[in-house]
């Protein structure tokens, strides 16, 4: 369903015009109604000849221009008003500028309040808002003069509307519903109510969304749109929603509601045009970023010159903002500047998450030329390009439901193609080095390996199964020319530690008796010709065995007492070995005893 948006100077016949179109006041507010003057987002419907058509009117004096900024989210189509009686005023400049800088290019021009001038004041008029409209996406939309009041001209107005319906296209695609909050409510006996334009969809009852900010999880339990009720409502629709789990004050204009929650990012790159009236967009300003239905401070950091804004060449900027907001790829975002009160630019988001220094910023945005035209696969693997290593989860909520086409997936992580490269050349290398460290080890352990990659490991198991170069040999990984093995005079070494076991008996050498090196020790335990017992006391397994076997003469229960008269040794050795077989289960302590398991 297409949604029509009004714009224009203040007092220049905008809700009288859309009173007339639909038969509905958008105004709703006593106070508005009173002053005779629209001060907050009105709203109403129409059918045009089998076309259901949402209409979206907004305040057009300066001091509500808030007001005005978070009504244009959704706005397909645009009626830009001006009243022949007054012709082109500083606000229809700026809400034109609105317009241009969010691309809505599908609109028409209604020269309003014609029943109050003649004809040649209503030619004057015309020729004033061709010279206006030079140079902007309005400057083919049709002029049409009409009349609120005695109905002139209001037939080919619906006629021009209809035919911009049937040419309208959704300004982006969302797989996932989205909902801009522009009104919260509660009723009695149903709890709270928010309003918003439906972007993407549907939205059924029943469905559990995620609001931001806060990240409170709330179910739908009714639909409402064009005052009726609904199951299911679809993209496009002017959408009530009751919400259960959340309270009138958790949520405002501003809130987004989604089915899974957008990433948040408070520094990202933007390519923008500041209006044609801004002499200098810089950082010096004081800005508000306008997006869906809110509006924040921001500060602002161009990155790239604009050498010409009077024409509102492009440029891009790195914006940062003092809260995490909820932004994708493509958004569309007006930068107003409070010092002035006055609309500057309007662009869209290229890099939701950017580096927070410019020369980063710059460098990143280097990587995604061309994103904003990509589709979402595409510009997922853009990004993940650029990042290098991020979540599908992050992926998906910058794009919209996006995958990366290349580089590796394992669960959440996505690791682009050249990261990938950097990763293995630092495997081979540390694997490499641990090979030169531990030599007589099978291979380094992937945990350790992971850890230094800083990569859960399957992931790290993943990235060694694309390098030719190494092998995972289940706990550990080495180069595929690997070979652990003893040398002849390590093998004697080890054979000459045998012997000093074999002839100590029970009462062994401790280790640091034995001169056995680090790794010798290591490879001997890994092959079972040793039992470490403690962290000072090696046996032969012949000799475990046997001292397992004598455990059978002790009585049950025993003592460590009993335990030394029987093995013949000292403490020292009693308590290491009895520790050994409880943590084998053999035997098991109770109290100052021990029993046969």
């Known amino acids: 369903m297409p949604v029509v948006g009004t714009a224009g100077h ?20 006593a106070e508005e109604k009173t002053r005779g003057l629209t001060i907050d987002l009105g709203f109403a419907w129409t059918d045009l000849d089998g ?11 300066e001091r509500f221009m808030k007001n005005m900024l978070a009504g244009t989210e959704a706005i397909d189509i645009a009626i830009l008003v001006v009243a022949a009686d007054e012709g082109w005023m500083p606000q229809t400049e700026e809400h034109l500028a609105v317009l241009d800088l969010l691309g809505v290019s599908l609109g028409v021009v209604a020269i309003t309040k014609t029943d109050r001038v003649d004809p040649e004041l209503l030619e004057l008029a015309e020729l004033e808002i061709e010279e206006q409209v030079a140079g902007t996406a309005f400057e083919t939309a049709r002029l049409i003069a009409v009349s609120a009041m005695n109905g002139d001209g209001l037939d080919d107005l619906r006629t021009e509307l209809r035919s911009l319906c049937e040419q309208a296209e959704t300004r982006r695609i969302l797989k996932d519903p989205a909902l801009w909050v522009d009104r919260s409510f509660s009723i009695d006996g149903a709890g709270t109510v928010v309003t918003g334009t439906l972007l993407g969809g549907p939205l059924s009852v029943g469905q559990t969304l995620s609001a931001w ?3 409170h999880s709330v179910r739908i339990r009714t639909l409402h749109s064009h005052e009726q009720t609904h199951e299911t409502v679809f993209a496009g629709r002017r959408t009530a929603a009751n919400l259960v789990g ?24 933007v390519v923008m045009r500041p209006a044609r009236y801004a002499d200098d967009v810089g950082e010096r300003g004081a800005y508000h970023l306008h997006m869906g239905s809110g509006s924040w401070p921001v500060e602002l950091r161009p990155l790239t010159g604009n050498e010409d804004p009077d024409v509102g060449n492009p440029m891009t900027a790195l914006i940062r903002s003092e809260i995490p907001l ?25 890099d939701p998450a950017a580096p927070r220094r410019a020369a980063e910023a710059r460098q990143a945005l280097r990587q995604l030329e061309g994103i904003l035209e990509a589709d979402q696969n595409d510009a997922a693997t853009q990004l993940l390009d650029a990042r290098g290593i991020c979540t599908v989860h992050e992926l998906a909520g910058w794009t919209g439901g996006g995958y990366p086409r290349t580089g590796l997936t394992r669960g959440d992580v996505a690791i682009s193609v050249g990261r990938v490269a950097e990763l293995l050349t630092s495997a081979v290398h540390d694997v490499a080095a641990f090979h030169h460290e531990h030599p007589l080890r099978e291979g380094m352990p992937v945990a350790s390996l992971a ?14 199964a694309m390098d030719d170069r190494v092998r995972d040999d289940g706990p550990t990984t080495a180069l595929i020319t690997f070979n652990a093995g003893l040398t002849d005079t390590q093998e004697s070494q080890l054979i000459t530690v045998i012997g000093q076991l074999t002839t100590a008996g029970f009462n062994v ?21 040793l039992v470490r017992v403690s962290d000072d006391l090696v046996f032969l397994p012949d000799q475990i065995e046997a001292i397992g076997s004598r455990l059978r003469e002790l009585p049950t229960p025993f003592g460590v007492g009993n335990f030394k008269d029987v093995i013949g040794v000292s403490r020292k050795y009693a308590v290491p070995l009895l520790e050994y077989f409880d943590a084998l289960g053999v035997t098991q302590r109770v109290g100052n005893d021990r029993i046969l398991r």
């Open 213 to 215: 900010p806060g990240g």
């Open 246 to 269: 959340i309270t009138r004050d958790q949520i405002a204009r501003g809130s987004l509601l989604s089915p899974s929650p957008w990433p948040t990012s408070s520094s990202f790159s």
């Open 326 to 350: 909820p932004v994708r790829v493509g958004e569309r975002f007006i930068l107003r500047e409070t010092g002035r009160q006055s609309v500057v630019a309007g662009g869209r988001i290229v």
């Open 509 to 529: 050498p401790r280790l640091d008796e034995l001169n056995l090196d680090r790794e010798l020790l290591h490879i001997a335990l890994r092959e079972g010709r």
């Open 51 to 61: 076309i259901e058509v949402s209409f979206v009117d907004v305040p057009g004096h």
């Open 10 to 29: 203040v007092d220049h016949g905008k809700s009288t015009l859309i009173q007339a179109l639909t038969g509905r006041d958008p105004d709703r507010l």
């Open 451 to 464: 850890s230094r990659l800083n990569l859960d490991i399957d992931t790290t198991r993943a990235l060694l």
